[in-house]
């Protein structure tokens, strides 16, 4: 056991909503999913396919029958996008230290050890972890900083989404023809 054990630094991890404080440092970052629902995903994967199944005939044409993309599976699309998770230390004019995380990413010259700087946060779901950080304000810059993350419909994407709309507007359409 050595001093650095004895006399370690207490740290605070729910705050309130708001914190003003010196910005400290981030911490070592570490990455975590987005929990994807697999109704959704299982919907967007089959109506996309079928988009996929009634158009390949026309682009295999159209390329002269060269291969397409590559297509994303089942398993990538459940697996869900990953965020950056930084911890990131303010110590207040009490000299309390904070720990809050940051999802997602901000500019390098954002912050700068010293800087005063006011936090937003939000609770999480899970009790044990630290606020989140919503959004920071640099008071030495006035200048306002929201960390962004990706979201399912990013993880999905444009092309995978029209393709799914395409396709249950084909299944609306055959549904309805094969109904009639």
Wanted: proline share 7%.
């Amino acid at each position: 056991m050595d001093d650095s054990d004895l006399f370690r630094e207490r740290v605070l991890r729910h705050a309130g909503p708001v914190i003003t404080g010196r910005f400290l440092g981030f911490q070592a970052s570490y990455t975590r999913e987005v929990k994807v629902g697999k109704p959704l995903v299982i919907t967007v994967f089959l109506t996309a396919s079928v988009a996929r199944a009634l158009g390949s005939p026309l682009v295999a044409a159209l390329r002269g029958g060269g291969r397409g993309a590559a297509r994303r599976t089942f398993k990538d699309l459940k697996k869900g996008p990953e965020y950056l998770v930084t911890p990131v230390r303010l110590r207040d004019d009490l000299g309390q230290t904070y720990e809050v995380e940051m999802h997602g990413q901000l500019p390098q010259s954002a912050l700068h050890r010293g800087d005063l700087v006011q936090v937003r946060t939000v609770a999480q779901k899970d009790p044990d972890l630290p606020a989140r950080l919503q959004q920071v304000l640099n008071l030495e810059t006035l200048q306002p900083y929201t960390p962004r993350i990706p979201t399912l419909w990013s993880h999905l994407g444009p092309g995978l989404l029209l393709q799914a709309a395409l396709g249950l507007i084909a299944t609306a359409v055959l549904a309805a023809a094969w109904m009639s």
